[in-house]
């Protein structure tokens, strides 16, 4: 009989580790439940009211079907569709830093030569922790505050993803306010950022200090930069030399539109003012976009990326087409894919192309594992994987051709060289984008649609980083889960009183100082201790085993090799390269004073402090040994509970002794931890430890235990 047979089994080991099985009560179940573990489906219903059970000793293909019609896990919720999710990867993978970050950092780096540092560490840093996070959600089917049950003592990352996620998502909705208010301010006849004639222009406005080569026809050069023609001015012949010698800088009109009308901004971060009504208006237009659309989680957001996913890829295809037959557009493709390999000996570009990779696949902030999360648990998550890695490359690449095809067009409307107009970050979106547009017929709708497009760039990104905060705070607190629309409110009400100061005139610096440290090497460091927990404190053999069973094939070496070496190293390597380039923040011209730096720092080390300080809570509250090294020990063995949320699932992982199937129906169980392997419970301190812990809580657990039994467990499964 099977059941005899665990019980005889079950004797030996217990025996093995406390060396009496006569002191211990045999639990019910291993007399009365004779179902063996295999892949389980429901069967016609037994005299006694029982499901009887079919028992399939191996998966076949058949049995990995996915079906979409009914939730896999009732309780937590799965994807509508397939598409749902891969359009949710891709929409959180490419964001606004694909359009104004990558081809500015491309340029500057070495042109059409960077993409090879940058596709590199795409395939060496990039793909596998993209792999490695999307992996572990799919397999426990947990957030990033609940999947750490395989290593109790690393809860810490989890919460420090979360931290990242919500307080980028902090500024980064204000971005999306940004983008709203220029979206409305474009339903006009004439642009109002296109001329020098408004009332809040200064004398330095462009057209007010026009470029003139100052032929001899026109006039004459002067050492200051300045071209008169007697006593008129005719223009600026060099600019360098303009400002060198009188201190003033030449704006376009849209940058004084950008700092004088858009966020009235002040003269530093010391001036920091109160909230424009204007800019709260639109902060709250973008939380109430989020919270709509939040509403009833992914079964919601799932079907707002078929369009905030999609679209912008149509606007980038028009504005591509619009754009390369624009005049003197060819320069400005041609500054940006121009190689210059001589760059590559520069260890600047190979730190730039890492951490572009961090902020463009959107690695370490939580995200990856929370969409996961909700996937059914033999879902490809390798093919979707690699797709939105392809996908987020080939967008970065792509979105270079559109901006620098305007960028070239700009140059040659203003007669400089592409260079000086070449911007990252707001500069480019706020300031030198609309400059662009501006010049084209029609302006107002490409205007429009422009930052139409930012905005559901950025909505994608922004929906995953609160989903990955509402997912954390339901995980971890389940009794909140019926209550989600209640709990997703409070968050967004929180998330935008907090964020109020952004919207003030010196809210652009906190938004500067929030980019550069919030999501800056706090990222390197949580991807570094995620890699090395998975890897090596929870195995990388038995993970790999994990995804095996998702995926029902088996892994290549490669990706061992990538989580036990390469990723490791790389990222250690960068995170060095960072603090050995590291410079005070800046802002445009203007430079941060060191209280505002140290802010930054204090929020950056805030967040990565909640690693070690949830260790040594993890440590402090274990009180089943008494050295503190065997306390760090047992916390990073696997809890009872960690594996597959659904029991049908974990009744897949036969290569673990001592794993249990249904801890959730086994009250009182026996077995506490789920061991890594039957090697490394019987070596050395490991088993010492072990055996002093079941001896003292199989005791205790028995003698509460009443005789129960597993009744009542469905088997029902829909793979």
């Known amino acids: 009989m ?179 208010y220029y979206f409305f301010a474009s339903f006009t006849s004439d642009l109002p950022w296109v001329s020098c004639d408004n009332s809040w222009n200064t004398r330095d406005c462009s057209t007010m200090l026009p470029l003139t080569d100052c032929a001899d026809s026109v006039g004459q050069k002067y050492d200051n930069g300045t071209c008169l023609n007697g006593d008129t ?249 019926p209550h989600k629309t209640l709990v997703i409110l409070a968050i967004s009400i929180v998330f935008f009183i907090i964020g109020l100061p952004l919207c003030a005139p010196g809210g652009v610096y906190l938004v500067q100082i929030l980019d550069n440290y919030v999501g800056g090497w706090t990222l390197l460091i949580i991807g570094f201790a995620e890699v090395t927990c998975i890897t090596y404190v929870y195995g990388v053999n038995r993970f790999i085993r994990d995804i095996e069973i998702m995926l029902g094939k088996k892994m290549i070496i490669w990706w061992k090799i990538c989580w036990m070496v390469i990723s490791p190293i790389a990222i250690l390597l960068i995170f060095i390269a960072t603090f050995v380039e590291y410079e005070a923040s800046t802002y445009g011209d203007y430079t941060f004073p060191a209280w505002a730096d140290a802010l930054g720092w204090i929020m950056a080390v805030a967040i990565i402090l909640a690693i070690p300080i949830t260790m040594l809570y993890q440590v402090n509250k274990e009180d089943e040994v008494t050295s503190f090294w065997g306390k760090i020990k047992l916390q990073c063995i696997p809890s009872r509970e960690w594996g597959p949320a659904l029991v049908r699932h974990r009744e897949l992982v036969d290569y673990v002794d001592g794993f249990v199937q249904d801890p959730w129906a086994e009250k009182g169980a026996f077995v506490n931890y789920a061991y890594k392997s039957d090697s490394e419970l019987r070596t050395g301190s490991l088993r010492s430890l072990e055996a002093s812990r079941l001896s003292a809580r199989m005791k205790k657990s028995f003698a509460s235990s009443n005789g129960s039994t597993r009744t009542g467990i469905s088997y029902e499964t829909h793979v």
């Open 2 to 180: 099977p059941g005899l047979q665990r019980k005889e089994k079950w004797e030996s080991s217990m025996s093995d580790i406390t060396g009496d099985t006569a002191s211990v009560s045999i639990p019910p179940d291993l007399l009365t439940n004779n179902i063996d573990p295999g892949v389980y489906r429901k069967g016609p219903r037994a005299s006694n009211g029982a499901s009887q059970v079919t028992i399939a000793t191996e998966e076949t293909e058949d049995s990995r079907k996915q079906f979409f019609g009914k939730d896999e896990n009732e309780e937590r919720g799965n994807w509508t569709g397939r598409f749902d999710f891969l359009l949710s990867l891709l929409g959180y993978a490419v964001g606004l830093g694909n359009v104004w970050r990558f081809p500015y950092l491309c340029y500057r780096n070495g042109g059409g030569a960077f993409l090879i540092p940058f596709v590199l560490m795409m395939i060496l840093v990039g793909v596998p922790l993209f792999f490695m996070e999307a992996a572990l959600g799919q397999f426990c089917s947990s957030g990033p505050m609940t999947c750490w049950r395989f290593a109790p003592l690393f809860k810490g990352v989890g919460i420090a993803m979360v931290a990242v996620s919500a307080l980028t998502s902090l500024y980064y909705n204000m971005i999306l306010a940004w983008s709203y």
């Open 233 to 481: 001015f005719v223009g600026l012949w060099d600019v360098k030399k303009f400002t060198s010698a009188t201190g003033r800088k030449r704006k376009l009109a849209s940058e004084e539109y950008w700092e004088k009308i858009a966020l009235d901004q002040s003269s530093g971060i010391e001036d920091f003012g109160q909230p424009k009504w204007d800019l709260v208006l639109c902060l709250m237009l973008a939380w109430i976009v989020c919270f709509l659309c939040l509403i009833k989680g992914i079964k919601s957001t799932g079907k707002v990326v078929y369009f905030t996913a999609v679209f912008p890829y149509v606007v980038l295809l028009i504005l591509f087409f619009n754009g390369i037959f624009l005049s003197n557009a060819g320069e400005g493709i041609y500054f940006y894919i121009v190689p210059d390999f001589s760059r590559l000996l520069d260890a600047g570009v190979w730190k730039d192309a890492a951490v572009q990779i961090f902020f463009s696949m959107s690695i370490a902030g939580g995200g990856l594992v929370t969409l996961s999360s909700y996937n059914r648990f033999h879902n490809n998550i390798l093919l979707d994987s690699i797709i939105v890695s392809i996908g987020d490359t080939v967008t970065c690449i792509f979105a270079g051709f559109v901006i620098f095809s305007y960028l070239g067009h700009m140059a040659g409307e203003l007669n400089v060289k592409v260079e000086d107009v070449a911007q990252s970050g707001a500069g480019l979106a706020f300031v030198v984008y609309p400059t662009a547009v501006a010049s084209l017929p029609a302006s107002p709708f490409w205007s429009a649609l422009f930052f139409f497009m930012l905005i559901t760039l950025g909505l994608d990104s922004q929906f995953a980083m609160l989903e990955t905060v509402l997912t954390g705070v339901m995980d971890q607190y389940p009794t909140l889960r």
